[in-house]
């Protein structure tokens, strides 16, 4: 840009000089003008003024050229990038696959383990559930056969208060109410008087409930009552009910 605004200020030099030179000779007198042998000057004169010209142009289009070719460098580095960030993004999301993948492996393998009891395969596979998505308390309910009731089996960091039932009401609660709907429940502004999530710093409310009740045919079979302290984003939720769901299919083979 400005090689060609130098080049435009040197024609416009050129070009007056010429014309100032031009002018001086036609004011001459014919005597002089034979002597300085008039006609061999005009016609220096003329290829002088083409010979500038020519140049002139020539740098201007060649600048023009180069900027057009750092631009298209430009925007071929940003295109470079952009598909940099892409390739990015989808490997989180394949690292991110592949980590669920692996959690489900590892609990299908405790829930088969036969040297240990009913209750510790449950309270491992619950653990290891917490301990990965970092939630704070934990109730697994699954229905038994005999009662036909969905019993709390399970538990972690939980301690159930005297008098309480440790089974599901049908339609009492958000429990009951998400085991009447039969559809995952996701909330974030958990009401008052709701069970509170106990830490080193005390009992708060937790930021984030999430009741996943699980189906086995049209019919739900088991229930997970999940509290954390940390705020969930949507697709953290979608994994942790893909693996509720995983795991309560092994549990009602």
């Given at each position: 840009?400005?090689?060609?605004?130098?080049?435009?200020?040197?024609?416009?030099?050129?070009?007056?000089?010429?014309?100032?030179?031009?002018?001086?000779?036609?004011?001459?007198?014919?005597?002089?003008?034979?002597?300085?042998?008039?006609?061999?000057?005009?016609?220096?004169?003329?290829?002088?003024?083409?010979?500038?010209?020519?140049?002139?142009?020539?740098?201007?289009?060649?600048?023009?050229?180069?900027?057009?070719?750092?631009?298209?460098?430009?925007?071929?580095?940003?295109?470079?990038?952009?598909?940099?960030?892409?390739?990015?993004?989808?490997?989180?999301?394949?690292?991110?696959?592949?980590?669920?993948?692996?959690?489900?492996?590892?609990?299908?393998?405790?829930?088969?383990?036969?040297?240990?009891?009913?209750?510790?395969?449950?309270?491992?596979?619950?653990?290891?559930?917490?301990?990965?998505?970092?939630?704070?308390?934990?109730?697994?309910?699954?229905?038994?056969?005999?009662?036909?009731?969905?019993t709390m089996k399970a538990s972690y960091a939980f301690i159930a208060p005297e008098n309480e039932p440790r089974y599901i009401i049908s339609g009492e609660g958000l429990t009951g109410q998400a085991v009447v709907d039969g559809t995952p429940y996701f909330i974030k502004d958990v009401p008052e008087g709701y069970m509170k999530v106990i830490s080193g710093l005390g009992e708060s409310l937790p930021k984030s409930l999430l009741i996943i009740p699980c189906k086995t045919e049209n019919e739900v079979t088991s229930v997970f009552e999940l509290s954390s302290l940390q705020e969930y984003s949507k697709e953290t939720f979608d994994e942790i009910v893909s693996v509720c769901k995983y795991v309560s299919n092994i549990l009602t083979k």
């Open positions: 840009m400005k090689k060609n605004i130098i080049t435009t200020i040197l024609l416009l030099i050129y070009t007056v000089t010429f014309i100032v030179l031009f002018i001086k000779l036609r004011s001459m007198s014919s005597a002089v003008l034979e002597e300085l042998a008039v006609n061999n000057i005009y016609y220096i004169l003329g290829f002088m003024f083409l010979a500038g010209i020519s140049v002139s142009f020539y740098l201007i289009i060649d600048g023009t050229n180069k900027d057009q070719t750092l631009m298209i460098e430009k925007e071929s580095e940003n295109f470079t990038f952009q598909d940099n960030s892409e390739s990015i993004q989808s490997s989180s999301e394949i690292s991110s696959i592949k980590d669920i993948e692996k959690i489900k492996l590892e609990l299908s393998n405790l829930l088969e383990r036969k040297d240990n009891t009913e209750k510790e395969r449950l309270d491992n596979m619950i653990w290891k559930i917490c301990n990965h998505f970092q939630i704070s308390q934990a109730l697994l309910y699954v229905k038994e056969n005999d009662r036909g009731q969905l």
